[in-house]
Structures are given as structure tokens and as C-alpha cells.
């Protein structure tokens, strides 16, 4: 069982429609991120969060919106989304004080925009 | 262009004999090296990472050999077994001890034979 839970695992929704994303974990770790992962590609970062405030945003376009309420959750709000937009969202976290600590993801949403 | 280089896209291996899964990079900022696994409909799963000061790091079946002067890391798996079958991913990060920007490659799919 992974220790980064995500909701849902699949999600459809319409290029008008608003949704959310949600992820949360357990570990205590103050780092938290969103990666977007396209059909044979490599993860691509889009946000990292650290100690609940943005610190990194990849020039991820607007209608993608991230947001960490506490140390244990992270969500990523959508609207307006493109059908480019359909993709595997990862979310992941890792330790900050320690150095090279990895990253431990969730398995994802199944993003589908009709 | 890509800065994380896995030119195999799929590696067919016996089982019991030895797995070799590699990656290429080109920037010279990298210190710190990571491979994550991959099973389908699930997140990549940290397996094992090695820091530039080394040449070598193992943990069990597992050994990652670092060559600084090629630009160039590859993964054993030893002895190799029909569990192993997954995506391998080679993921690097650059100075300051952060993984906040880890770049990922575009993964090996490797399958173990019974």
C-alpha cells in the first residue's frame, strides 16, 4: 500500500467543468508535490509545495491551481482544462531537512478531459 | 531537449541472470542520481540512489554504478526475477541537496521471463 493517498483514481470531466484533485499523506514530510506524467513519457514536475507555501511552479498554466491547506494535504484544482490536458497526475512528498531524501508518489489520477 | 537519457525503451531479461538497465546525461550540475520503479496503475517506487562522490552503491539485489567522466549510470539487478518486470526510471537532481527538480528519463520497460 502506497503511503501518498490519492483521490479519485480516475476522473472525466468536461472542458467546462471544475474538479479537484486530492492527495494526502501521513509521513510528516513538509515537501509536497504535483507531477504530470503523459502516456510514455517521464513524470513532469508542475508544483512543489514546502512547509504548506508554494516554493516552485513549473510556468503551469492558470487553469491548473494548487493548493495546500496543512502539512498532510495537497490538491490541485482544474478548470477550463484542454483534452492536452488529459494525463496520469502524480502527487508526491519527500523530507526537506534531509538532504536527497526521495520522493515517495501516490499512484495517481487517470485524468481524461472530454 | 533531453537532459536524462534512457535509449532502451524495453530490456527482455532470463530469469535468474542479470538485468542491466542504463542511463545517459548531459548536464554537469547533476550530483545526485535516483532510480524509481514503476508497476502499471501504480506511482514510481524509489529503489535505489547514488551521489556523485561514489562510484558504486548496492542494497541487496540492487547496485547502481556511477561513471562521472562518461555522464553515465546504469542499474543491476542480480539475480533478476519475474517481480522485477516493471518501468525502470533514471531520475537526477542537481546541486544544493534538494530533489525538488528531479528529471526523470523516459523509463526502461523491463520484463523478467520465467
Known amino acids: 500500500d502506497t503511503e501518498v493517498t490519492q483521490t479519485p483514481k480516475h476522473l472525466v470531466m468536461g472542458m467546462t467543468n471544475k474538479k479537484s484533485l486530492k492527495c494526502e499523506q501521513h509521513?510528516?514530510?513538509?515537501?509536497m508535490y504535483w507531477y504530470k506524467q503523459k502516456a510514455k513519457k517521464p513524470p513532469e514536475l508542475m508544483f512543489v509545495?514546502?512547509?504548506?507555501?508554494?516554493?516552485i511552479n513549473e510556468s503551469v498554466p492558470s487553469r491548473f491551481s494548487p493548493e495546500c491547506p496543512n502539512s498532510s494535504l495537497l490538491n490541485l484544482h482544474l478548470h477550463a482544462l484542454q483534452p492536452e490536458d488529459s494525463a496520469l497526475y502524480l502527487c508526491?512528498?519527500?523530507?526537506?531537512?534531509?538532504?536527497?531524501?526521495?520522493?515517495?508518489f501516490g499512484n495517481g489520477t487517470r485524468l481524461t478531459v472530454t | 531537449d533531453q537532459q536524462v537519457k534512457q535509449n532502451s525503451p524495453s530490456l527482455s531479461v532470463q530469469e535468474g541472470r542479470i538485468s542491466i538497465l542504463n542511463c545517459d546525461y548531459t548536464?554537469?550540475?547533476?550530483?545526485?542520481f535516483l532510480w524509481y520503479k514503476k508497476y502499471p496503475a501504480e506511482g514510481p517506487t524509489f529503489l535505489i540512489s547514488?551521489?556523485?562522490?561514489?562510484d558504486k552503491n548496492e542494497d541487496g539485489r540492487f547496485t547502481v554504478f556511477l561513471n562521472k567522466s562518461a555522464k553515465h549510470l546504469s542499474l543491476h539487478i542480480v539475480p533478476s526475477q519475474p517481480g522485477d518486470s516493471a518501468v525502470y526510471f533514471c531520475?537526477?537532481?542537481?546541486?544544493?541537496?534538494?530533489?525538488?527538480?528531479?528529471?526523470f528519463g523516459k523509463g526502461t520497460l523491463l520484463t523478467v521471463n520465467p
Open positions: 508526491a512528498s519527500s523530507q526537506v531537512d534531509r538532504p536527497n531524501s526521495p520522493l515517495h
Open positions: 509521513m510528516g514530510h513538509r515537501a
Open positions: 509545495y514546502s512547509y504548506e507555501k508554494l516554493s
Open positions: 548536464n554537469s550540475m547533476f550530483d545526485y
Open positions: 547514488i551521489s556523485s562522490i561514489k
Open positions: 531520475a537526477a537532481s542537481g546541486s544544493g541537496g534538494s530533489n525538488y527538480k528531479l528529471t
